[in-house]
């Protein structure tokens, strides 16, 4: 099933990028490195973060008339209620790789939004290890759950931090401010490789 909203994906990008589209996408890629940072093509981690971008432009990115991508895509195209409901829904969140069960089955927790999730029992394998923190978007179909391919990894030195911060945010019950913080993250992350001789808990600062 992950492959076949992947494919849902791929096709929107495919469509939304390109021709009378083509403008639109530069000022959304410079809003979304305007934000977050920017980063060299040669970097290791170069491809998870255009990863990351075309989820942002496809669920997040806001066209001239208002509307989202994955709105407009919906829209135009006969795909069923429950899928349609799935891409509407992606839980954009911070997680916790909590553990892979003896079964492979891989479980996280939504650390912003205080609850532990399961993905699909035959789930493909993620780049992920026990522990690891990251930023990025679960959908959920017929009560399963599967990871997209935007993650953005986290220093799990500021793990506690990062807890005590998505207390805040989710004390204020506001989707806006959870996007930020959750954009935030990504440009802190950018900013902890650009100097990496600093300790990340001295970079992750929030007022």
């Known amino acids: 099933m992950l492959e076949v909203f992947h494919n849902h994906l791929d096709k929107a990008l495919n469509l939304y990028t390109q021709g ?10 410079n809003k979304y490195f305007s934000q977050t940072g920017k980063l060299d093509e040669d970097k290791d981690e170069f491809e998870a973060r255009m990863n990351s971008f075309n989820d942002w432009y496809i669920f997040q990115h806001c066209q001239k008339d208002g509307s989202k991508v994955i709105e407009e895509y919906i829209r135009n195209n006969q795909l069923e209620e ?15 790789f909590n553990r892979t ?3 492979k089955q891989i479980f996280l927790k939504d650390i912003l939004h205080d609850h532990k999730i399961h993905l699909k029992k035959d789930h493909p394998a993620v780049s992920l290890m026990e522990g690891d923190l990251f ?10 759950h599967f990871l997209l391919r ?12 990062l807890k005590k911060q ?5 004390k204020l019950n506001s989707f806006e401010e959870e996007l930020k913080f959750l954009i935030q993250l ?3 992350k950018t900013k902890s490789m650009h100097y990496s ?3 990340p808990a001295k970079i992750f600062i929030f007022p």
Not at 20 to 29: M, S, V
Not at 82 to 96: C, T
Not at 166 to 170: G, Q, T
Request: with cysteine.
């Open 20 to 29: 009378e589209f083509f403008n639109e996408l530069k000022e959304a890629k």
């Open 82 to 96: 429950e899928i349609s409901q799935a891409l509407l829904n992606v839980n954009y969140s911070l997680f916790e």
């Open 101 to 103: 069960s003896f079964s």
């Open 135 to 144: 930023s990025g978007r679960v959908i959920k179909y017929q009560g399963e």
């Open 150 to 161: 935007g993650v953005c990894t986290l220093p799990q030195g500021v793990k506690s931090i």
């Open 166 to 170: 998505s207390k805040k945010v989710r």
């Open 186 to 188: 990504e440009a802190l």
């Open 197 to 199: 001789h600093i300790d």
